[in-house]
């Protein structure tokens, strides 16, 4: 058995050694901050943001994740496609997924393969969207023998439960339209996004807001405790960002 050694880091770290791996993998700005929240998230409530970081930034193709999605749009439906030259990465997209579903006045998005909705670097992007639009969003995607329901609400909380049937679950919940209800149907293999105006989750089911923003209060104030030989590799990577001053 390997023992793991440990070493405490701020936030601030985090996200400084994050931010120049991001754009060392030739990320914009913008984008970088975006994403180095979701991977503090990640961090806080999964203990896995500093491994996805890795994963990320020490492969060897620098573009890997810079895919763009190609989107269609069909009646009540809106057809997210990953672009067929490159994988689809979460931890780029999940934020434009959320974005593009909440966006669409009919209420409903597809996926065309499952999109990991209740993955730690996807929580903040689909809670971030819920706030921007004031209703909940759900997620609903097949898993082997039954369904997976994500929800984040207007106000910030956040859980994920498995259903039997997540067409029959939400229709008994939460107001939800005809069309919702045959998306979900038709497109079982896939992931279905709704917005709806009521939450479908029991209390005990979700991570409040207020339980969200204490783990982040606690870290910022005690650190957090991250993989040792994981991080120094990142941020030995980190390094090769660097700044030329004029002389």
Not at 103 to 128: F, H
Not at 227 to 243: G, I, N, P, Y
Request: with cysteine; glycine share 4%.
């Amino acid at each position: 058995m390997t023992n793991t050694t440990q070493t405490r880091i701020s936030v601030r770290d985090l996200r400084d050694t994050s931010l120049r791996c991001l754009r060392l993998s030739s990320i914009s700005d913008g984008l970088s901050k975006y994403l180095i929240d979701q991977i503090v998230f990640a961090m806080l409530h999964y203990n896995t943001g500093v491994q996805a970081l890795a994963k990320l930034a020490l492969l060897d193709d620098p573009e890997h994740g810079a895919g763009q999605l190609s989107v269609d749009t069909d009646d009540c439906v809106a057809v997210v496609r990953r672009s067929e030259d490159r994988q689809f990465c979460p931890l780029y997209d999940s934020h434009r997924v959320f974005d593009f579903a909440s966006a669409e006045r009919c209420g409903v998005t597809v996926l065309p393969q499952r999109y990991p909705s209740d993955s730690p670097l996807a929580a903040l992007a689909i809670i971030k969207a819920a706030g921007n639009i004031g209703k909940s969003i759900v997620a609903v995607s097949a898993a082997d023998d039954n369904w997976i329901v994500t929800v984040a609400t207007d106000d910030g909380d956040y859980g994920s439960v498995h259903v039997d049937d997540a067409a029959t679950f939400l229709s008994q919940r939460c107001h939800i339209s005809a069309d919702q209800i045959d998306a979900i149907e038709k497109y079982r293999a896939h992931t279905v996004i709704v917005t709806v105006n009521e939450n479908p989750l029991r209390k005990g089911e979700l991570k409040s807001a207020a339980d969200i923003n204490a783990r982040r209060d606690e870290a910022l104030r005690d650190g957090l405790l991250v993989d040792s030989d994981v991080w120094e590799k990142v941020r030995a990577h980190s390094r090769d960002f660097l700044v030329d001053l004029p002389a």
